[in-house]
């Protein structure tokens, strides 16, 4: 029972373009979402976050989307950059954190 | 400040032996977390400590893993025996309020297979 979901597991974007990473959830309890990056062999970590109380927050580069309504968030970069190449996970959190399956970005140079 | 430690980094056993896995997190954090997350998935929480109490171990298998917490710093997870579904990275990741109420800090992970 995935509560969490990540439905694109890759994604190819041209530097300096737009990266949108997409997570849904199906658990309307959940009061706070996270976006973790991932290089290989490393552990998670994290990047932004979000409290359901609000629809944005804006980091540099980075921006979380959160749509109570439709049970959607999305992490916006801009401009993208070659090292940004990597798995992103979201996470939300009732009292219990879960995770989606992540999504490989590519930034091509 | 030093991040969490891990260690081993890698693990090879054969199914039906045992293994154990050991963490050291962030200096001060009281909440220390084990995942095991599983290729192609994302991180599934196994068990929650805060201190060297336990939070949550609603989806630790107990019949074949545990773990421990002694004296709310290092914590050991363990897996006897292991079967050939546990090939995964264990993650640990430690907690505190004072870093944001949900931010995370993990280790770098073991990576278990069981051949």
């Known amino acids: 029972d995935q509560q969490v979901k990540q439905n694109s597991p890759s994604l190819s974007v041209q530097e300096g373009r737009i990266s949108i990473l997409n997570c849904d959830y199906t658990?309307?309890?959940?009061?706070?979402f996270l976006w973790y990056k991932k290089y290989p062999a490393e552990g998670p970590t994290f990047l932004i976050s979000?409290?359901?109380?609000?629809d944005k927050n804006e980091d540099g580069r980075f921006t979380v989307f959160l749509n109570k309504s439709a049970k959607h968030l999305s992490l916006h970069i801009v401009p993208s950059q070659p090292g940004d190449s990597a798995v992103y996970f979201c996470a939300a959190s009732d009292e219990q954190f879960y995770f989606g399956t992540g999504t490989s970005l590519t930034v091509i140079p | 400040e030093a991040g969490v430690a891990q260690s081993p980094r890698y693990k090879i056993i054969e199914k039906r032996q045992s293994v154990a896995f050991w963490c050291n997190p962030i200096s001060g954090h009281a909440t220390l977390y084990w995942y095991q997350q599983i290729l192609g998935q994302g991180p599934k929480l196994l068990i929650q400590f805060q201190n060297n109490g336990v939070v949550d171990d609603s989806q630790l298998p107990k019949d074949r893993f545990s773990a421990e917490r002694l004296k709310g710093v290092d914590s050991t997870l363990k897996i006897q025996p292991a079967k050939l579904e546990d090939s995964a990275v264990y993650l640990c990741?430690?907690?505190?309020?004072?870093?944001?109420?949900?931010?995370?800090?993990f280790g770098p992970g073991t990576r278990l297979t069981v051949t």
């Open positions: 979000i409290s359901s109380i609000k």
């Open positions: 990741a430690s907690s505190s309020p004072q870093g944001g109420p949900y931010e995370q800090y």
């Open positions: 658990n309307s309890m959940f009061d706070y």
